[in-house]
Structures are given as structure tokens and as C-alpha cells.
Nanobody
Framework: QVQLVESGGGLVQPGGSLRLSCAAS????????MGWYRQYPGKERELVAG??????TNYNSVKGRFTISRDNAKNTVYLQMNSLKPEDTAVYYC??????????????WGQGTQVTVSS
């Protein structure tokens, strides 16, 4: 019953900005960590950023250009991407560690959204 729906991807010029959103819905007791991975063609998914329920964040080689945030009331995680570069072009996947029962946690994934940075 749990579903993660992503939005916000698209085509942007170098130096531009995008904001990705990922909303969880369904039979949710609570959400622990949330975050974003990205995947280049022919490569494994790599972590972009993660955020705990309490707001602790970690980033992976995005040089301070990206900011992850979440709205616990809306079960939504965001990725604000600024100063975008062509090497940011990838499919971005959100994830959420969701309690479908009070003590059972499973990782769920969004469907992926394409981000293309090109002039």
C-alpha cells in the first residue's frame, strides 16, 4: 500500500536550479530516514543526500550546491538543486525507510525522475 511519488525533474541549463519532491502515502506508521540517490547510465546508484527524521543530514560530493529537507507532516522529502552542472544529469530516486508496523521498517523507492542539465 505504501507508495513514493517523485516530481520536479526536467531539463535545465547549466547554472540553473530544480527542486525535486517525493511524497510517501499509504499505511504508514512513521518514517525514519529519507533521501535521494542518482544513477548514471551503466552505473550503480549512488547516494546524493540523506536526512533523518530529526533533521540530521549527510551529503555525497554535491559541494554544498544541493540541500535536502523534509516535511514530516506531509511525509515528503525535497532536494533543492542549485548551480546545476552537466555532470548532475542522471535519474534521481528518492527513498524512505518506512514503518508499516510500529517495529517493522522497510526501504521504499520512488519511481525515478530524470534530471538533464544541458545548454
Amino acid at each position: 500500500q505504501v507508495q513514493l511519488v517523485e516530481s520536479g525533474g526536467g531539463l535545465v541549463q547549466p547554472g540553473g536550479s530544480l527542486r525535486l519532491s517525493c511524497a510517501a502515502s499509504g499505511s504508514i506508521f512513521g518514517i525514519d530516514d529519507m533521501g535521494w540517490y542518482r544513477q548514471y547510465p551503466g552505473k550503480e546508484r549512488e547516494l546524493v543526500a540523506g536526512i533523518s527524521r530529526g533533521g540530521s543530514t549527510n551529503y555525497n560530493s554535491v559541494k554544498g550546491r544541493f540541500t535536502i529537507s523534509r516535511d514530516n507532516a506531509k511525509n515528503t522529502v525535497y532536494l533543492q538543486m542549485n548551480s546545476l552542472k552537466p555532470e548532475d544529469t542522471a535519474v534521481y530516486y528518492c527513498y524512505a525507510d518506512i514503518r508499516t508496523l510500529p517495529t517493522i521498517v522497510s526501504r521504499f523507492w520512488g519511481q525515478g525522475t530524470q534530471v538533464t542539465v544541458s545548454s
